[in-house]
């Protein structure tokens, strides 16, 4: 008899708790159409201990109140950080429960609600980074990535921001993830002049960018390609490994996604700039070779080839990459700038060998030399520097360089048509 009595103070007890989920969550549905999100959110987490024993209906509706509870308050301001990860949580446990169940009332709806907290998360993530908080910042792209995880440019993202924010252990675990998923990046862009604000928008696909400008909001369409991110990955994986001291990790990271993805030049390039900073000049020669054998008419495979080879202090073989880029494509402007760049890095060493000379009929004839020398040097980099100018027009650094090699030559006609222009 007594155990008939334990079973039945159990039931009743269970029935008790049912009522008091049933009365939180109207109660908190009441202060939720009131406006009164934060006594909503409350009533709810005083209840949450009991939501385990409530039927699947009401863990949907539960969870459902208590992500716009949350949500509403990230809106207002309060606390909203937390409060944007807490309402995600809650539409994904009311996800979860739907799935499960197989009755979808609420899900759609959590659906939205979700995508809504993704793009403010992204929207707070860019404002944070240009404020300098890498770290929040990079937190932010991450759990927007977790919210829907085939929009994979935000972990490319986030492992980029966590760069920034010096975090290179975290950095690196995105990375992984990233290899894992074998992503790439690559793809077009699309953009369309905005009519009202006279500014171009970015239009995630060609559908949607052509039926702003069948609709009259947009006008010149254009595309852009986007080329693979995986050699800035690899590279990035390999410069951490090696600042780790793991440089023989960094080299197996690297083959192995070159056999992974056999096509793409950019890993080589990786790899024969990981072998450049190792000193093995050797192995850099013979992937750059292997490069040029696949590549041979590709202009920026071909510069980006000049700014290894100038980092390097190769000077020759990145003047011949510079030129090469340029006979591929004419309107390469970053080429001639670089080319410019490269050349007037040898005024220092002569400008600081004319600053030690006296005035001994030997020093002032060996200052004249070195002052042919650097007139030399200026001349050669005006018909690169006209031509970036003239490509660019708006390029101030250009502009200015090229006004101060005129100065320096004493070409005063061209300096004031110069200046005009300015």
Request: proline letters at 2%; zero cysteines; a positive charge.
């Amino acid at each position: 008899m007594k155990s008939k009595y334990v079973l039945l103070a159990s039931a009743l007890l269970v029935s008790v708790a049912t009522f008091a989920q049933k009365d939180q969550i109207k109660a908190a549905e009441k202060a939720m159409k009131g406006g009164k999100s934060q006594e909503a959110a409350t009533i709810l987490t005083e209840a949450e201990s009991l939501i385990s024993n409530a039927s699947d209906a009401e863990k949907a509706q539960f969870y459902f109140i208590k992500g716009n509870a949350l949500l509403d308050l990230a809106n207002k301001k309060v606390d909203a950080d937390k409060n944007l990860s807490m309402a995600a949580k809650a539409y994904q446990d009311l996800m979860d429960v739907e799935k499960t169940s197989g009755k979808v009332k609420f899900t759609p709806q959590a659906t939205s609600s979700i995508t809504d907290i993704k793009f403010k998360l992204i929207n707070t993530a860019i404002e944070e980074s240009k404020a300098d908080k890498h770290s929040a910042s990079a937190k932010k792209l991450y759990d927007a990535y977790l919210l829907d995880k085939k929009d994979t440019i935000n972990l490319y993202y986030a492992a980029s921001t966590y760069i920034n924010a010096k975090e290179y252990d975290k950095a690196l675990e995105l990375y992984e993830n990233l290899k894992k998923l074998n992503y790439s990046g690559k793809g077009k862009s699309y953009f369309a002049m905005n009519k009202l604000t006279n500014a171009e928008d970015f239009f995630n696909t060609s559908k949607e960018r052509d039926l702003s400008v069948k609709i009259g909001t947009h006008e010149k369409p254009r595309s852009e390609d986007v080329p693979s991110k995986r050699g800035e990955i690899y590279k990035n994986m390999a410069l951490i490994l090696v600042e780790n001291g793991k440089t023989d990790e960094a080299k197996k990271a690297i083959s192995e996604a070159r056999l992974a993805n056999p096509d793409d030049t950019s890993l080589v390039l990786t790899e024969a700039n990981l072998y450049l900073e190792s000193k093995d000049y050797e192995t850099y020669k013979k992937l750059i070779g292997e490069v040029l054998a696949k590549n041979p008419n590709d202009a920026d495979l071909t510069f980006n080839l000049g700014v290894i080879s100038g980092n390097a202090g190769n000077k020759a073989d990145a003047e011949k990459y510079y030129l090469r880029a340029m006979e591929i494509k004419p309107d390469y402007i970053n080429a001639y700038i670089n080319l410019a760049a490269l050349k007037l890095e040898g005024e220092k060493p002569i400008i600081d060998e004319m600053n030690k000379l006296g005035t001994s009929t030997k020093d002032m004839k060996r200052y004249d030399e070195l002052k042919v020398k650097r007139d030399n040097i200026f001349k050669s980099v005006i018909p690169f520097l006209k031509k970036g100018y003239e490509l660019d027009p708006k390029n101030v650094d250009v502009a200015k360089t090229l006004l101060n090699v005129y100065s320096a030559l004493e070409m005063t006609a061209e300096s004031k048509a110069l200046k005009a222009k300015m």
